[in-house]
């Protein structure tokens, strides 16, 4: 018997029916066609393809994609997740967030599917505001943000995602941005080819209440003399002439020349360098790294519950639910 060979599926299969409802020219539009035409070239299937999200603008992602999705309540995607994960580890399951939907009411639940390490992708759209509710400053807000809730301007340090990602044990940690689609394509494969929790963020513009914060780092006229793609095994070089490096001196990073010896190779093996290259965001003087900052490799949690329940299986046998309801002690209620 020969195997069916399967029709080449298009960006048009992972669409949905649905209009798709983003303010015009939002960033989540160049991510959503970026996802849907990875999925169709990376020969996924839609019917073993799952979208989970929370609340927020990012989190109306599993309407417009043609595939199973749960559109969950605030924060708690990655609860949901992990559950449609474990009950079903051949799903390729992926969670949609944005950054006050995972960093705010979600941080908790962020931090622990991290840890746990399921075999689960996490896009984390990060346009350093509330866009849903109108505005107000979010987790990623930098301080001093005036906005509607903090119209003297916003005294919370905020968080730095990839940072509060490393620190939460992430086996695979990248960052892209919303306008450059060949590299967003690039991060979203890497992550989708790690087996483990993969946890992107990417720079999304929201052109109502935060437009082009982020364009002074982005903007393609600048992309190259202000944003460094962290390459594993490649020397970290960057401008628009290749002639800038950055190197460790110690625990701190400081640019040199791309000729010279001490140039650092991005290493996505050791923990301490990608915390150091994950908080150079905010440094006016320093390039906006990109690409992947962490990829280790880890025991699944989905692999290790399933193989519990298999040992217990196979020593107590399958049992009944109404075994297990009336084990133990019962009593009467009259």
Same mark, same amino acid.
């Given at each position: 018997?020969?195997?069916?060979?399967?029709?080449?599926?298009?960006?048009?299969?992972?669409?949905?029916?649905?209009?798709?409802?983003?303010?015009?020219?939002?960033?989540?539009?160049?991510?959503?066609?970026?996802?849907?035409?990875?999925?169709?070239?990376?020969?996924?299937?839609?019917?073993?393809?799952?979208?989970?999200?929370?609340?927020?603008?990012?989190?109306?992602?599993?309407?417009?994609?043609?595939?199973?999705?749960?559109?969950?309540?605030?924060?708690?995607?990655?609860? &949901?997740?992990?559950?449609?994960?474990?009950?079903?580890?051949?799903?390729?399951?992926?969670?949609?967030?944005?950054?006050?939907?995972?960093?705010?009411?979600?941080?908790?639940?962020?931090?622990?599917?991290?840890?746990?390490?399921?075999?689960?992708?996490?896009?984390?759209?990060?346009?350093?505001?509330?866009?849903?509710?109108?505005?107000?400053?979010?987790?990623?807000?930098?301080?001093?943000?005036?906005?509607?809730?903090?119209?003297?301007?916003?005294?919370?340090?905020?968080?730095?995602?990839?940072?509060?990602?490393?620190?939460?044990?992430?086996?695979?940690?990248?960052?892209?941005?919303?306008?450059?689609?060949?590299?967003?394509?690039?991060?979203?494969?890497?992550?989708?080819?790690?087996?483990?929790?993969?946890?992107?963020?990417?720079?999304?513009?929201?052109?109502?209440?935060?437009?082009?914060?982020?364009?002074?780092?982005?903007?393609?006229?600048?992309?190259?003399?202000?944003?460094?793609?962290?390459?594993?095994?490649?020397?970290?070089?960057?401008?628009?002439?290749?002639?800038?490096?950055?190197?460790?001196?110690?625990?701190?990073?400081?640019?040199?020349?791309?000729?010279?010896?001490?140039?650092?190779?991005?290493?996505?093996?050791?923990?301490?360098?990608?915390?150091?290259?994950?908080?150079?965001?905010?440094?006016?003087?320093?390039?906006?790294?990109?690409?992947?900052?962490?990829?280790?490799?880890?025991?699944?949690?989905?692999?290790? &519950?399933?193989?519990?329940?298999?040992?217990?299986?196979?020593?107590?046998?399958?049992?009944?639910?109404?075994?297990?309801?009336?084990?133990?002690?019962?009593?009467?209620?009259?």
């Amino acid at each position: 018997m020969t195997d069916i060979a399967q029709p080449k599926r298009t960006k048009k299969d992972f669409a949905s029916d649905q209009e798709v409802r983003w303010c015009p020219g939002c960033g989540d539009y160049a991510i959503l066609n970026a996802v849907q035409k990875y999925l169709a070239d990376a020969g996924k299937d839609p019917a073993k393809t799952v979208f989970v999200s929370g609340i927020g603008c990012s989190s109306r992602f599993p309407y417009y994609m043609n595939t199973y999705g749960f559109h969950t309540i605030h924060g708690r995607a990655p609860a &949901v997740a992990t559950g449609v994960k474990v009950a079903n580890p051949d799903l390729d399951v992926w969670i949609v967030t944005g950054d006050g939907d995972s960093l705010s009411i979600g941080g908790n639940h962020l931090a622990h599917i991290l840890r746990r390490n399921l075999d689960v992708n996490i896009l984390m759209f990060n346009n350093e505001i509330y866009g849903l509710t109108k505005g107000q400053y979010s987790p990623t807000s930098p301080v001093g943000t005036k906005k509607k809730s903090t119209p003297m301007g916003s005294i919370d340090r905020p968080f730095e995602p990839a940072q509060f990602a490393l620190g939460s044990q992430a086996t695979f940690v990248a960052r892209t941005i919303d306008q450059d689609i060949q590299h967003m394509t690039k991060t979203l494969a890497a992550a989708d080819a790690h087996r483990g929790t993969s946890f992107i963020e990417i720079l999304q513009n929201c052109v109502i209440f935060n437009k082009d914060f982020y364009a002074a780092n982005v903007e393609r006229k600048v992309r190259a003399d202000r944003t460094i793609d962290l390459v594993p095994g490649e020397p970290m070089i960057y401008g628009k002439e290749r002639d800038k490096g950055l190197r460790f001196n110690g625990f701190e990073i400081e640019r040199c020349a791309a000729d010279e010896a001490d140039v650092w190779r991005a290493d996505t093996k050791s923990t301490a360098p990608a915390v150091i290259l994950a908080g150079m965001r905010d440094d006016p003087e320093m390039p906006v790294p990109v690409g992947l900052f962490r990829s280790v490799e880890a025991p699944n949690y989905e692999i290790g &519950v399933n193989a519990q329940v298999d040992d217990a299986v196979a020593v107590k046998g399958a049992g009944a639910l109404e075994d297990l309801v009336y084990a133990g002690e019962t009593w009467t209620v009259e």
